[in-house]
């Protein structure tokens, strides 16, 4: 079971928007920022958004994070069928001093 | 353009240790900007952090596999080792190299290698 919880699916249809949800505790989302990542069949995960809603170089502007108490989102708008990916959450734990995943969820573009 | 490859053997008897090398290309491990870590997924199943290595020899463990692990720096090239000890089945996954920067920021992963334990 993971550290951070996450619905294990989504889904959307072509131009719409969805938004993923991560739950965590003060020990890690309540104290540290929260990173994203997608990872498309078959590829290892590429770093998606960090510090809260920060967007690495090349990554599009459709996707945006945000962070609230202990849980964070990530909003994807304009679906696209290429976005279509497994998408984890992640924090550093200050109580067990390490890095902690959620559980992933399942983006399925209809 | 950074680039990390995981390298070591695909298969693992049980009980045996587990050893797998990164190599870093187009920049150096020595920086004291980020660490160095290890990742795996079992087959189907999410990520789970195994653990990290600052430059100076630091060391940060999953408490969950903190007995079993060991991550070290190459002494003489750009790369940095996983050791994994008493492996079982379910240690069978694939295994993640990365850069990070402070905290959870992964911002640079290799391909990853899968690894499966059996006899």
């Known amino acids: 079971q993971s550290v951070l919880t996450q619905s294990p699916s989504a889904s959307g249809t072509p131009g719409q928007g969805v938004t993923i949800s991560c739950s965590g505790s003060?020990?890690?989302?309540?104290?540290?920022?929260v990173n994203w990542y997608q990872q498309l069949p078959g590829t290892a995960p590429k770093l998606l958004i960090y510090?809260?809603?920060q967007r690495p170089s090349g990554v599009p502007d459709r996707f945006s994070g945000s962070k609230s108490g202990t849980s964070a989102s990530l909003a994807i708008s304009g679906l696209q069928s290429e976005d279509e990916a497994d998408y984890y959450c992640?924090?550093?734990?200050?109580?067990?001093?390490?890095?902690?995943f959620g559980g992933g969820t399942k983006l399925t573009v209809l | 353009q950074l680039q990390l490859q995981e390298s070591g053997p695909g298969l693992v008897k049980p009980s045996e240790t587990l050893s797998l090398t990164c190599t870093v290309s187009?920049?150096?491990?020595?920086?004291?900007?980020?660490?160095w870590g290890w990742i795996r997924q079992p087959p189907g199943k999410g990520l789970e952090w195994i653990g990290s290595i600052y430059y100076s020899g630091d060391t940060y463990y999953n408490p969950s596999l903190k007995s079993q692990v060991t991550i070290s720096v190459g002494t003489s090239k750009n790369q940095f080792s996983l050791r994994l000890s008493s492996v079982t089945a379910a240690d069978t996954a694939v295994y993640y190299c990365?850069?990070?920067?402070?905290?959870?920021?992964?911002?640079?992963w290799g391909q990853g290698t899968l690894v499966t334990v059996s006899s």
């Open positions: 003060s020990s890690n989302i309540g104290r540290n920022t």
């Open positions: 990365a850069r990070s920067r402070a905290g959870a920021t992964l911002d640079y």
């Open positions: 992640a924090a550093w734990d200050d109580s067990l001093k390490g890095v902690v």
């Open positions: 510090s809260n809603s």
């Open positions: 187009g920049g150096s491990i020595s920086s004291s900007v980020y660490y």
